[in-house]
């Protein structure tokens, strides 16, 4: 007999998932990506330091990453590898589909997702930030070496590492304040991935949600490095916390609440949809059952 609607429940499916995310092969993937960041973003930022003689602020690594439009194509891409085979259906999900509604199940799988791309932007945190900590310190200023490198090397005031963090980001607003939006917007552009997920997993349409999801994620990334004004349409540019902001003016291109705004709108509407088009899916007829 099918239970009545239990938080507990939902919360029970979404850590059934996030077991199997966890203990997954393929996790193996992200301790390479981790590397890949260090050694090409946080790595170059740190040099510099040394070349200044002067420290970091400690959250200007974690920074430095999210505001690379190079990385912020990679990490996404990454994150929507890691959850391509989900929401997943075994022989012990059926199992526990035959004991919940439908609606807790997918509300179950929402929370898988916005779980493991917290814990998944945590991972990245905790990679940049610690092992530097040392030789940082602790303040909600910037650094002598994002906002002075350019001067004092003029010849390498274009080089990848000065170009990090940029005057867009350290002119308009603090380090602090700045991670705290790229962590939340990131982690909304992977709940809103996930999101897609399972809308066209619902919709028994699950085959096409990886290769949507790579050209949303693709033409947003094209269009955000030609700063069209397309790429507004698009979750990528507003994860980017230094397109909201001219270079000296203190009027924003987009403002912060907007972002936040079209992420809650984009992931109640795809939510909503899962909701609703669940209770006509006949999950035994899904392919990936095995």
């Known amino acids: 007999m099918v239970s009545k609607f239990s938080v507990p429940e939902i919360f029970r499916i979404s850590m059934i998932e996030l077991y199997k995310w966890i203990v997954n092969p393929r996790m193996i993937t992200a301790v390479a990506m981790i590397i890949f960041v260090w050694n090409f973003a946080v790595d170059p930022l740190i040099d510099i330091s040394h070349e200044m003689n002067s420290p970091l602020n ?15 194509l990679v990490m996404p891409a990454m994150y929507i590898f890691l959850i391509s085979d989900y929401p997943h259906l075994d022989r012990n999900s059926l199992f526990v589909l035959h004991r919940v509604r439908k609606t807790q199940w997918v509300w179950g799988q929402f929370f ?4 493991s791309s917290f814990l998944f932007i945590l991972l990245i945190f905790i990679c940049t930030v610690l092992p530097n900590a040392v030789n940082s310190f602790v303040d909600n200023g910037w650094s002598l070496v994002v906002t002075r490198y350019g001067i004092y090397f003029p010849d390498k005031s274009q080089s990848f590492a000065a170009t990090l963090i940029t005057e867009k980001l350290h002119n308009q607003i603090a380090p602090y304040q700045a991670a705290l939006f790229f962590f939340l917007l990131n982690w909304l552009y992977m709940i809103l991935c996930g999101t897609v997920l399972l809308m066209f997993h619902v919709l028994n349409l699950r085959k096409i949600g990886v ?9 947003g990334s094209a269009l955000g490095v030609f700063s069209s004004k397309g790429m507004w349409c698009f979750p990528m540019a507003h994860t980017m916390v230094s397109l909201h902001f001219t270079k000296y003016l203190r009027k924003p291109v987009m403002k912060i609440e907007n972002s936040f705004l079209y992420f809650g ?19 035994l007829s899904i392919d990936d059952n095995e």
Do not use: H, Q, W
């Open 112 to 115: 898988f997702f916005v779980i």
């Open 265 to 283: 709108v984009m992931i109640f509407v795809l939510l909503t949809v899962s909701l609703i088009g669940c209770k006509n899916t006949d999950f």
């Open 211 to 219: 290769p949507v999801l790579i050209s949303i994620v693709g033409i």
């Open 58 to 72: 400690f959250i200007e690594p974690f920074i430095a990453v999210f505001n690379s439009r190079t990385l912020c």
